[in-house]
């Protein structure tokens, strides 16, 4: 195995997406207030079989706490998660941080976490800037990293493309 210059601590990026999280919380629960709001307005009330306003601020209100929802619940498994979780694993598991051999140069990194794939964050270990994108195992490249190992290749389709990459290191 490889052992990259890099020492990444999982904790830190942990922290880092909490606090994502939680300012994404703070404004989604002002967009839900201000969409309940709206919709029980007396502004919203329907004036004739067509004016369908009430009914659209209703189904936004319950959007907005859906998503208010699914972000406490991103937080709170984040609040849970063991970020020792995958260490001493020689294969992809929930909690590896994996990084393709394309992305050596920009120091890009994949957390495989159970909540809020797609965010992104930056840290900076020994001086040097790191990205690190969070996947879920059920997203598609989520799910052609678990269980590989050190070199092993990865093929991906999208969109009629495939990607080709091989693993250069795991933490």
Avoid at 3 to 15: F, L, Y
Avoid at 66 to 82: C, G, L, T, Y
Avoid at 94 to 116: C, H, N, R, Y
Wanted: aromatic residues 4%.
């Amino acid at each position: 195995m490889r052992e990259s210059v890099i020492n990444i601590d999982k904790n830190i990026i942990i922290a880092e997406i909490i606090s994502q999280l939680q300012q994404e919380l703070t404004l989604a629960l002002v967009a839900a207030d201000n969409a309940h709001k709206a919709a029980t307005d007396d502004q919203s009330v329907a004036e004739t079989q067509y004016d369908t306003l009430a009914i659209e601020q209703s189904y936004l209100a319950e959007g907005q706490s859906r998503r208010v929802a699914e972000i406490r619940q991103a937080i709170k498994s984040f609040e849970d998660f063991p970020a020792n979780l995958a260490e001493k694993q020689t294969n992809i598991v929930l909690g590896s941080l994996v990084q393709m051999e394309q992305d050596i140069a920009k120091q890009q990194w994949f957390f495989i976490t159970p909540a809020a794939g797609g965010h992104r964050c930056q840290i900076t270990e020994q001086d040097i800037l790191v990205s690190i994108t969070l996947i879920t195992p059920q997203s598609p490249m989520g799910a052609a990293l678990l269980g590989k190992e050190l070199d092993d290749e990865v093929k991906l389709s999208i969109s009629n493309k495939t990607l080709c990459d091989f693993i250069t290191d795991i933490k």
